[in-house]
C-alpha cells in the first residue's frame, strides 16, 4: 500500500502504541500537520507555546511514565528551539524521538529560507540522529529511532525529514519486528561474587542510588537490597525516590547540598555501592577525598561511566536488574544498628516551624498532597530545596533538571507529567528568576485545562547566584535583583488562573485549604527573604565532609 511520508511517521508510531506528540507546527512540517488532521481519533497533540518547552514536557512524559516522548518540530529556529530541551534529555538519559522538518532536498546546502543543519548540531547531545534523504528509507529509520532511544542507556533521538519526504509516497507495510537488536551485558560471576563478599563483611556500608535505578525501573530490588542488609542509602537528584524518602534507611540528597548526616555517612563509610549514578562533581567534591576510606562497587549498565570520575572501583557493567537479583540472592541478612546510630548522631534538630521558610513552606504543601504527586522544579534555590525537603517516595514522581541545570525546564515538565499522568496531581516547585524563563506555558496551562499546583518560592532575586556572590564574591550583587514592576495577581490570573499570595504560614495553610481537592490549576507565590540561603553547602572544590551550614 502506498502512502506519504507523513502517513508512514503516523503508521509507525502507531505500531509502538504511541499515542500523545508534543509539537508546533510549521512550514516545513505541513504535511506532517496534515496527515496528524485525521487522525486526532488516535493522537493526542499537545502544541506549547515554545519548541523548548514541548521538549521538556515530552521529556516528563518519558519519565513519568516510562513511555518513548515523541516531539514534532518544523525547520530552521524551531528545530533550533528544541536544542536546550534535547541537550537536558541527553544529560538525564531520557528516551525521546524528536521529529523535525527540513527543506527540500533540492534545497539543502544553499542556505535556503529556514535551513539549518540541525543532525550537525545535535551531534553531541543525542543517542543517534538521521537525515531522511529518501521516503523509502523512511519507515525502517523511525523504528529503528523510537528503539535505539529506549534501548540501554536511553536517550534522544533526531530524525530529520526534508520537505519532499513527507510529501513522497512509498509503500508501507506494518511491522512488529525489531529493527535494532540490543545487545544486553551481563555482569561476570567472578565480579558479582567479589561483590557479595564485600557487602557481607563490611560494617560500615552505604549505597549511592542515582538515575539509572529509576531508568530500568528497579526501585523495588534496590529496596531488597537496602533493607536485607540494612544498608543505608543516599541519593544524588536523579536517583530521588529510588527508596522511599520516608524509609528510615532513606539518607537523601549527598554532596554539595547534601543533607550532614547523608555527606558523613559517604565519608566515613568503609564500603559504598554505586548504582546507576555517575558520580558528578556536585555529588564528589573533591575527588581524592570523597569516601577515602571505602572501597566502591559500581553498577550501571554504560562501561563509559566507570573509572570516569573514580579510580579503582570494582566495576559491575551489565543489566542493573540481573545484578541487583543476584546481590539481593546472595548477600546476608545484617543489622548494623551502631551504623545506623552513628549516622543519626549528625542529624540536625528541627527547626522552629512557625516561620516562614521555604523548609517549612515545602513540608506544608508536601502534607496537602498524596504520596504519589508528581513533583517539578526549574533550578536553583527551590530545585535544591525541593530536593532536601520533599519526601519523594516514588523514582518516576520526581523531574527536575539535573545534569544541565536548565532554568525554564519545569513548567514544561509539569504539562507532560499531567498530559501522561491525569490521575496524579502534579505541583511544580519554581522560583521568581526561573518562572520568567517558562510563563508564557500558562497558556498551555489554561487550554488543555490542566490542573497544575505551582508553588513559587519569590526572593526577588536568582537566588543561588546571589547566594554565591555573597559567599564567594565579597557580596558583589551583580545583575542578580529581580524587583520588577509587575502585578503578579493580575498576570496570573489572566490566563484563568487561581492566585494567592502568602507571605506567612498561616496564610499558606489557608489557601492550602482554600484548594483542598479542587481539580483547578493553583499558583501559590511564596513571598521569602532575599537573603534565605541553601544549607548546607559544600564550598567548590573541597571534600564534602566539609560543610557549611550558614555563611
Not at 521538556?56 to 516522548?69: F, S, V
Not at 540490543?182 to 563483611?201: C, G, H, K, P
Not at 576510606?293 to 570516569?308: P, Q, V
Not at 505541583?427 to 498551555?444: H, P, Q
Request: charged share 20%; aromatic share 8%.
Amino acid at each position: 500500500m502506498k502512502i506519504s511520508g507523513s502517513r508512514i511517521i503516523l503508521e509507525c508510531l502507531k505500531e509502538k502504541q504511541v499515542d500523545t506528540v508534543f509539537g508546533y507546527p510549521g512550514g516545513a512540517v505541513i504535511p506532517l500537520y496534515d496527515a496528524v488532521h485525521d487522525e486526532t481519533d488516535h493522537f493526542n497533540h499537545i502544541r506549547t507555546c515554545h519548541e523548548q518547552h514541548m521538549i521538556h514536557a515530552a521529556d516528563a512524559y518519558a519519565r513519568t511514565t516510562g513511555k518513548l516522548g515523541v516531539v514534532f518540530a518544523t525547520s530552521g529556529p524551531g528545530a533550533t528551539n528544541t536544542i536546550t530541551g534535547i541537550a537536558t534529555a541527553y544529560m538525564d538519559s531520557v528516551p525521546l524521538l524528536v521529529i523535525t522538518g527540513q527543506v527540500p532536498n533540492m534545497l539543502i546546502g544553499k542556505d535556503s529560507f529556514q535551513e539549518v543543519d540541525i543532525t550537525g548540531m545535535t551531534v553531541s547531545i543525542t543517542k543517534h540522529n538521521y537525515l531522511v534523504r529518501n521516503v523509502k528509507d523512511l519507515a525502517r529509520i523511525i523504528r529503528e529511532a523510537m528503539e535505539v532511544a529506549l534501548a540501554g542507556r536511553p536517550g534522544p533521538v533526531l530524525v530529520d525529514v526534508p520537505k519532499d519526504v513527507f510529501l513522497a509516497e512509498y509503500d508501507y507495510e506494518p511491522s512488529d519486528e525489531p529493527v535494532y537488536r540490543e545487545v544486553i551485558d551481563y555482569a561476570d560471576q567472578t565480579s558479582l561474587q567479589e561483590a557479595i563478599e564485600l557487602i557481607n563483611s563490611a560494617k560500615k556500608p552505604v549505597i549511592y542510588s542515582g538515575g539509572g535505578v529509576r531508568i530500568s525501573q528497579n526501585d523495588d530490588l534496590l529496596k531488597q537490597l537496602a533493607e536485607k542488609a540494612e544498608i543505608p542509602t543516599v541519593n544524588s537528584f536523579m536517583g530521588f525516590g529510588t527508596i522511599p524518602r520516608s524509609h528510615y534507611l532513606s539518607l537523601g540528597l549527598v554532596g554539595m547540598h547534601g543533607q550532614v548526616y547523608a555527606n558523613m555517612a559517604v565519608s566515613n563509610c568503609d564500603l559504598l555501592i554505586a548504582v546507576g549514578a555517575r558520580f558528578s562533581d556536585r555529588v564528589i567534591g573533591k575527588p581524592d577525598e570523597f569516601a577515602k576510606n571505602a572501597k566502591i562497587i559500581h553498577i550501571d549498565i554504560d562501561h563509559t561511566e566507570i573509572g570516569k570520575n573514580t579510580e579503582n572501583s570494582i566495576p559491575l557493567t551489565g543489566d542493573m536488574k540481573d545484578i541487583l537479583t543476584h546481590l539481593v540472592a546472595g548477600i546476608e541478612k545484617t543489622k548494623r544498628p551502631e551504623w545506623l546510630a552513628e549516622i543519626n548522631e549528625y542529624r540536625e534538630p528541627e527547626p522552629d516551624r512557625t516561620q516562614f521558610t521555604p523548609k517549612n513552606i515545602l513540608e506544608l504543601v508536601n502534607l496537602y498532597y498524596p504520596q504519589d504527586t508528581i513533583v517539578t522544579t526549574d533550578v536553583g534555590q527551590h530545585q535544591m530545596w525541593t530536593g532536601q525537603y520533599w519526601k519523594i517516595n516514588k523514582s518516576n514522581e520526581f523531574c527536575t533538571s539535573g545534569g544541565l541545570g536548565t532554568m525554564g525546564y519545569g513548567l514544561g515538565a509539569a504539562i507532560g507529567a499531567k498530559v501522561g499522568n491525569p490521575e496524579k496531581e502534579v505541583v511544580m516547585i519554581t522560583g521568581d528568576a526561573s518562572f520568567r524563563m517558562n510563563n508564557t506555558e500558562l497558556v498551555t496551562v489554561n487550554r488543555y485545562h490542566l490542573p497544575i499546583k505551582i508553588v513559587q518560592l519569590n526572593n526577588h532575586s536568582l537566588g543561588m547566584v546571589r547566594q554565591w556572590q555573597r559567599m564567594f564574591s565579597n557580596a558583589r550583587y551583580s545583575e542578580t535583583q529581580t524587583y520588577d514592576d509587575v502585578d503578579m495577581k493580575m498576570f496570573i490570573e489572566a490566563f484563568g488562573i487561581t492566585y494567592f499570595k502568602c507571605q506567612s504560614m498561616e496564610e499558606l495553610e489557608q489557601a492550602l485549604e482554600a484548594i483542598r481537592d479542587k481539580d483547578i490549576p493553583v499558583f501559590l507565590e511564596c513571598m521569602i527573604h532575599e537573603d534565605d540561603s541553601v544549607y548546607p553547602i559544600v564550598p567548590p572544590g573541597r571534600p564534602i565532609n566539609e560543610l557549611l551550614l550558614n555563611g
